[in-house]
T-cell receptor, first 115, second 112 residues
Framework: EPEVTQTPSHQVTQMGQEVILRCVPI?????FYWYRQILGQKVEFLVSFYNNEISEKSEIFDDQFSVERPDGSNFTLKIRSTKLEDSAMYFC?????????????FGEGSRLTVL | GEDVEQSLFLSVREGDSSVINCTYT??????LYWYKQEPGAGLQLLTY?????DMKQDQRLTVLLNKKDKHLSLRIADTQTGDSAIYFC????????????FGTGTRLQVTL
């Protein structure tokens, strides 16, 4: 069964460092997303991406965050200068798009720990 | 803004039915979802229901939607120890993307 894959599964970084989290969405999907879950809190929407541009972003997704689809398969989330409060599990997701938005598939997550 | 609320914890005996409840505030919600998260794992889509449906059944899972009261429930029949996990309710609307609003999650503990 096709799945969304994410790397790394866990990254530890120092405050102020840049981090790139990688995702390979399901191959025929058109919409890509990042969500995050701070430990013990709700899963929160960060950003959606379609046709090589951001469709929507939350207020969490400030100038320190960026997304990119550098090739036909990868979808990345970059945090330019990490803060302690960026420590969370980051989930990538994808779906086919309009008319099939009900089926949103998540990866297993990348745990980011900022020290 | 949109809000989704769930009770935090539910304990049931193996073989019993589990009912996990959820309330939401966004009346424009088009889809309502149930996701399962096992320890250290990602979010597994269990089932979803369109807002114009009242009920959806899928094997041991039954989803009931009361749109008037904005109440969603997930019933798991014959609950097994492997069902122990956190269950997230989420709502979303059609549009340009699937921006889901999640609940806090209900931890289901299945005892022998």
């Amino acid at each position: 069964e096709p799945e969304v894959t994410q790397t790394p599964s866990h990254q530890v970084t120092q405050m102020g460092q840049e981090v790139i989290l990688r995702c390979v969405p399901i191959s025929n999907h058109l919409y890509f997303y990042w969500y995050r879950q701070i430990l013990g809190q709700k899963v929160e929407f960060l950003v959606s991406f379609y046709n090589n541009e951001i469709s929507e972003k939350s207020e969490i997704f400030d100038d320190q965050f960026s997304v990119e689809r550098p090739d036909g398969s990868n979808f990345t989330l970059k945090i330019r200068s990490t803060k302690l409060e960026d420590s969370a599990m980051y989930f990538c997701a994808s779906n086919l798009g309009l008319g099939r938005t009900g089926e949103l598939f998540f990866g297993e997550g990348s745990r980011l720990t900022v020290l | 803004g949109e809000d989704v609320e769930q009770s935090l914890f539910l304990s049931v005996r193996e073989g019993d039915s589990s009912v996990i409840n959820c309330t939401y505030t966004d009346s424009s919600s088009t889809y309502l979802y149930w996701y399962k998260q096992e320890p250290g794992a990602g979010l597994q889509l269990l089932t979803y229901i369109f807002s114009n449906m009242d009920m959806k059944q899928d094997q041991r899972l039954t989803v009931l939607l009361n749109k008037k009261d904005k109440h969603l429930s997930l019933r798991i029949a014959d609950t097994q120890t492997g069902d122990s996990a956190i269950y997230f309710c989420a709502e979303g609307t059609t549009g340009t993307a699937s921006k889901l609003t999640f609940g806090t999650g209900t931890r289901l503990q299945v005892t022998l």
